[in-house]
């Protein structure tokens, strides 16, 4: 069974930087795509923003409002990924979510909140 924790999300001010942390269990296949979603307060119909997303060999994709500030690694050998978020903004508060995407299925973390005061 597929687990995903999450940690490091917290209160910072803007222009600071927070570094979360996605552990994974289970069995997880080498074509496997992780990311970052994240779901801002008063979200239409809660929907959540793709962040950034990795795959095994390390090539990753961000959104726009976070290239140039975020950066996703991924550390196969501990089925863990990294998202440093660097020169963070108040549009950054929101609840960030770990995902797994492998043979059809998705996977989720249970989230944890970034906060970023201006």
């Known amino acids: 069974q597929v687990q995903l924790v999450e940690s490091g999300g917290g209160l910072v001010q803007a222009g600071g930087s927070l570094r979360l942390s996605c552990v994974t269990s289970g069995t997880i296949f080498s074509n496997s795509v992780m990311g970052w979603y994240r779901q801002a307060p008063g979200a239409p119909g809660n929907q959540r923003e793709m962040?950034?997303?990795?795959?095994?060999?390390?090539?990753?994709n961000y959104s726009d409002s976070v290239k140039g500030r975020f950066t996703l690694s991924r550390d196969n050998a501990k089925n863990t990924i990294y998202l440093q978020m660097n020169s963070l903004k108040p549009e950054d508060t929101a609840v960030y979510y770990c995902n797994l995407k492998q043979k059809g299925f998705n996977y989720w973390g249970q989230g944890t909140q970034v906060t970023v005061s201006s």
């Open positions: 962040v950034a997303t990795i795959i095994r060999s390390g090539s990753s």
